[in-house]
């Protein structure tokens, strides 16, 4: 069963989002600030991070560069702050996706699926052969 750590200081959206994700089939962690989501990542490994950028105790887009050097889960921003610096800055510290709110429940679900599948396909992507003209990279492991 994938694992997802939901991280959102609302309540609401986060029991919502919860919900549906249990309901999909997925074993849902949450947390309502990053001193929250620490404690769980220093103990579970998920699969995916669905992470707020405004939270209550400091900047999301900061923490998943904080995080991003000690996890390979995909990253998804789910957050109000639309504007592109925001979205670059996201990408930029090691997001991998970028939802604004609000959003299309079903839209996050899609987003997810995407990202596990290509979480899955991984291993098979890295130990392909990669040509470029008369150039061939083999990976060695």
């Known amino acids: 069963m994938s694992s997802i750590l939901l991280v959102e200081d609302n309540e609401e959206l986060n029991e919502i989002n919860r919900r549906m994700l249990v309901y999909e ?33 400091g900047d999301g887009i900061d923490f998943c560069g904080e995080i991003r050097e000690t996890t390979d889960a995909h990253i998804l921003f789910l957050t109000s702050k639309d504007a592109d610096v925001d979205r670059i800055r996201g990408l930029d510290s090691g997001g991998d996706d970028y939802i604004t709110k609000p959003y299309k429940l079903e839209e996050m679900l899609s987003r997810v699926r995407a990202a596990l599948r290509r979480r899955s396909m991984a291993p098979c992507i890295i130990r392909r052969t990669a040509r470029v003209g008369a150039w061939v990279w083999r990976r060695s492991r």
């Open 25 to 57: 089939g997925y074993e849902v962690l949450t947390a309502r600030t990053l001193v929250d989501a620490r404690k769980l990542l220093s103990a579970r490994k998920p699969d995916v991070i669905l992470l707020d950028v405004i939270m209550p105790d």
